[in-house]
């Protein structure tokens, strides 16, 4: 038997899916070390792993069965050493099929849903205690309540995200998030606003506001007033330190005129925005229960890049959502063409338990899918590149993250959110310096330091 010292708990935390994942599982970890454990990279050596899992297509869940299936055997080996090693699930897929996961996977000693991680320092004590776990319960107020208590120091880093809202109410028929994370939930001005606070006091330039539908955010602000997005925009870009703001996702019925206008008004407010349209096909779009027609989009485009002309355009499309024809398909196409995306991600349509979506007779066949999606994936491409292109010879303000793969590089983002790899010192990272994009990558922009800014990176190098 291995020597131990019981009191040194570590956690891996494995992350699938979206930005609210990778946030969340930044405050699992915070809260786990009040319970004594430390954070380690691996699985192996781990005496508590936990999968943070993402439901939002099949895929995406049938990974996380493959993953317990390695774990089992990992939990099996530590048990032969004498270690007790605790295998959690949290996330959607946790929040989805609940008891069905420890009926299915009896490696599995707890799962928790995205609501209850309060819950979670307690809720390990009773499964190391030998008691299989299942906690599902709906509280996204006191989720938020316990992330404003973890003040945990990130320093060192210079981008981060920030939840100020959690769930949704719009109910797309393709959809499991307002099952899954239940519904609209925004978290309050001031939380934020602290967090934010505390955030730029550790060092962090860039923030990105995550929500499921970060746009229906509401709160009272500090003056009493109702506020919206637009408004809190305005009041995070005067905490000193915060540069840049970022927000994602937005729904397109929540984009209103306080927020279009913090485009043109908030300097800090980068020329990014995420506004998924999904199909170009108003029959699709109703179907889809979008909420919005096709005209509606392109006018609320229009609107925006009239606030802010140099903005960069991100959307998500779906294809194959059942009863897609191939007109359909058509004025996908053409919505991608006519706006002009910087770049964008799609998905074939995949069924998803419990979505009305779902049990329609008349889904798409999965080679009609693909070969759509490659033909939309072609098109997004084109876009995208045409997009780099076009930066470059021009100057951009970098802000530097990390060091790159190769020696001597530094990595950052533009303001259209593209990384940029620059040949400098690592004294440039948390440093935001005019670039100058002279090549463009596959999905990067490649671009150099004037001369003045080299001379003052080396300088802080030497101080
Ligand atoms: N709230 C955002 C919105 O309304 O656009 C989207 C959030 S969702 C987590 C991210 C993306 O996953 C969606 O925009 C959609 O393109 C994709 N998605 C969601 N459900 C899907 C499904 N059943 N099949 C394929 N893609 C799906
Ligand atoms: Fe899902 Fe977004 Fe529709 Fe909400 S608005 S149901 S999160 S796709």
């Avoid at 930005?19 to 809260?31: G, L």
């Avoid at 107020?141 to 208590?149: C, H, I, Q, S, T």
């Avoid at 602290?194 to 550790?202: F, H, K, P, V």
């Avoid at 995070?236 to 994602?248: F, K, N, Q, S």
Wanted: with cysteine; charged share 25%.
């Amino acid at each position: 038997m291995k020597t131990r010292i019981p009191e040194l708990k570590r956690v891996h935390v494995k992350t699938y899916g979206c930005q609210m994942n990778v946030y969340d599982s930044e405050r699992i970890v915070d809260a786990l070390a009040s319970a004594g454990y430390a954070p380690i990279d691996q699985p192996e050596g781990a005496d508590l792993v936990l999968l943070n899992t993402c439901h939002i297509r099949e895929k995406a869940a049938e990974k996380v069965y493959s993953e317990l299936g390695r774990l089992r055997r990992l939990k099996e080996a530590g048990a032969r050493d004498g270690q007790q090693v605790l295998v959690a699930v949290a996330g959607c897929v946790a929040q989805a099929e609940g008891s069905e996961i420890i009926r299915r996977a009896p490696q599995v000693d707890l799962v928790i849903g995205p609501q209850a991680y309060q819950r979670l320092p307690e809720l390990i004590v009773e499964a190391a205690a030998g008691k299989r776990v299942v906690e599902t319960e709906f509280a996204a107020a006191e989720k938020f309540a316990a992330f404003d208590r973890t003040a945990a120091d990130r320093s060192g880093r210079v981008a981060a995200f920030l939840t100020v809202q959690e769930g949704c109410d719009k109910f797309c028929t393709f959809c499991v998030v307002p099952y899954t994370r239940g519904a609209e939930v925004s978290r309050p001005a001031e939380a934020i606003l602290s967090e934010a606070r505390r955030r730029a006091a550790e060092g962090v330039r860039e923030l990105t506001l995550l929500g499921q539908n970060v746009n229906a955010w509401r709160g009272k602000g500090p003056d009493g007033r109702s506020w919206g997005l637009g408004r809190l925009l305005v009041a995070l870009a005067e905490i000193p330190g915060v540069d840049r703001l970022r927000y994602t996702t937005s729904h397109v019925s929540d984009m209103d005129e306080e927020l279009i206008a913090a485009h043109r008004d908030v300097d800090a407010l980068m020329p990014y925005l995420h506004l998924p349209v999904q199909s170009g096909s108003d029959r699709v779009l109703a179907a889809m229960n979008r909420r919005h027609s096709r005209a509606d989009y392109l006018r609320l485009v229009d609107k925006i890049r009239a606030a802010r002309p140099d903005i960069a355009l991100a959307g998500d499309f779906i294809v194959g959502f059942p009863g897609e024809t191939d007109e359909d398909f058509a004025a996908t196409l053409s919505i991608v063409a006519e706006v002009g995306y910087a770049s964008a991600f799609s998905f074939r349509y995949s069924p998803r338990p419990g979505t009305p979506a779902a049990t329609r007779a008349d889904q798409v066949p999965e080679t009609i899918k693909a070969e759509r999606l490659a033909r939309l994936q072609d098109l997004i491409d084109a876009g995208q590149r045409a997009f780099n292109q076009s930066r470059v010879d021009r100057v951009a303000e970098v802000l530097f993250e990390r060091k790159g793969r190769h020696p001597g590089q530094v990595v950052g983002r533009s303001p259209w959110l593209s990384p940029v790899h620059v040949e400098a010192e690592a004294s440039v990272i948390g440093a935001i310096m005019p670039v100058r994009i002279d090549a463009v990558g596959a999905n990067s922009l490649f671009g150099s330091l004037s001369g003045q800014a080299r001379r003052r990176a080396a300088v802080e190098a030497t101080a």
